[in-house]
């Protein structure tokens, strides 16, 4: 598990720092694209990772836009490497030089044209999955309120005991539903100890924040299925958004 403190510093410098970061996180895959011929679309999800720590090394300030940036910073990031630099790169491998007038006649041809932007779509796709496991463990420390972001293994979680102990916290005070709620200050002092497993129960939205308050949510426990596929379908939907913006930019 890999800690990052909560730096207090400048959302400004920071976005700057995130910018750099998902540049530098697009050279693997701009380098295999342009100098080895291959496509390795996976190589994306390095983007989201190099983004926030950029924010971090330019002492950007953790607070709940924070994943905001990450996201946009991710997409940008890419969409520059894939619809400009690499095309630059190919002209230069090409011609010894780089020149904007022949990137643009490059996309003039149909069979380019389709082939970026399929690249385009399949390397967006992945960014969006490694943004999503930064912005849930962004997310879920800021909830919970903590002092420094937590980069946990998402595959594994907490025992159902544990689980059923903090469970048993909100039945108590019969905090199960957005109009009874429990107070945070309340909330730590009944589960002393097990903060993890109430990080994890927030981050797949079992436990709901309200304000300063929070309440167990059942119908995200009986159906984590219809709430991942819910949060997958508005993910997908703003990549199709995406994705529909460019296609009418450069048809």
């Not at 904007?100 to 082939?115: G, P």
Request: proline share 3%; hydrophobic share 50%.
């Amino acid at each position: 598990m890999e800690e990052i403190k909560k730096p207090n510093g400048n959302m400004a410098l920071g976005i700057v720092g995130a910018f750099i970061g998902g540049l530098v996180g697009t050279l693997p895959w701009i380098i295999c694209y342009v100098y080895a011929n291959m496509m390795y679309s996976i190589l994306a999800v390095f983007i989201p990772i190099c983004a926030f720590k950029g924010y971090e090394i330019f002492k950007g300030s953790i607070n709940k836009i924070v994943p905001i940036i990450i996201g946009v910073v991710s997409l940008v990031a890419i969409s520059l490497a894939t619809l400009i630099i690499i095309p630059n790169l190919l002209v230069l491998k090409e011609y010894g030089k780089m020149s904007f007038e022949m990137v643009k006649l490059l996309y003039q041809f149909e069979e380019f044209k389709s082939a970026i932007i399929h690249d385009y779509i399949f390397s967006l796709l992945f960014t969006v999955l490694g943004a999503g496991g930064i912005i849930m463990n962004i997310k879920r420390s800021i909830d919970a309120g903590d002092e420094k972001v937590s980069f946990s293994n998402p595959f594994y979680g907490p025992s159902n005991e544990d689980i059923d102990s903090v469970k048993e916290v909100f039945k108590t005070k019969q905090a199960m539903s957005k109009d009874h709620t429990i107070t945070k200050e309340e909330l730590m002092s009944e589960i002393a100890g097990k903060e993890n497993v109430l990080n994890f129960l927030i981050a797949r939205g079992i436990v709901v924040r309200k304000k300063n308050t929070y309440y167990f949510n059942e119908e995200n426990e009986r159906n984590p299925i219809k709430r991942a596929l819910k949060i997958t379908g508005i993910t997908f939907g703003i990549v199709i958004l995406v994705i529909f913006v460019i296609a009418i930019i450069f048809a």
